[in-house]
């Protein structure tokens, strides 16, 4: 079992920045995948980014390259998304997920967190 905490979501005007952490617990990562999805109202679960805990090979998907950056610190185990030149359509619920395999597919993950809102103001 794998839990999961994200925190850092809120308010932020367009064109700017937001930090969102996401603590994991309960097991060692050693070969789990951990990444960030989101999802907008209406709209289905996207893959923002995910990496493989114990090598940190990373893939991101196009509309946040440049602009969305995630760190893992391995002492505190825990997954940092910088986010980054803000824009409408980040507004979604943001999820951090945990599983074995490094995809893009929600399906793929086996743990989730309880997601944290970001909503990008005008």
């Known amino acids: 079992q794998v839990q999961l905490v994200e925190s850092g979501g809120g308010l932020v005007p367009l064109g700017g920045s937001l930090k969102l952490s996401c603590a994991a617990s309960?097991?060692?990562?050693?070969?789990?995948?951990m990444g960030w999805f989101r999802e907008a109202p209406g709209k289905e679960r996207e893959f923002v980014t995910a990496?493989?805990?114990?090598?940190?090979?990373?893939i991101t998907a196009d509309s946040v390259k440049g602009r969305f950056t995630m760190v893992r610190d391995v002492a505190k185990i825990t997954l940092y998304l910088q986010m980054n030149a803000l824009k409408r359509e980040d507004t979604a619920v943001y999820y951090c997920?945990?599983?074995?395999?490094?995809?893009?597919?929600?399906?793929?993950?086996?743990?989730w967190g309880q997601g944290t809102q970001v909503t990008v103001s005008s």
């Open positions: 309960g097991r060692t990562l050693g070969n789990y995948v």
């Open positions: 990496t493989k805990w114990i090598d940190g090979v990373t």
């Open positions: 997920a945990s599983g074995v395999r490094l995809t893009r597919v929600p399906g793929d993950y086996d743990y």
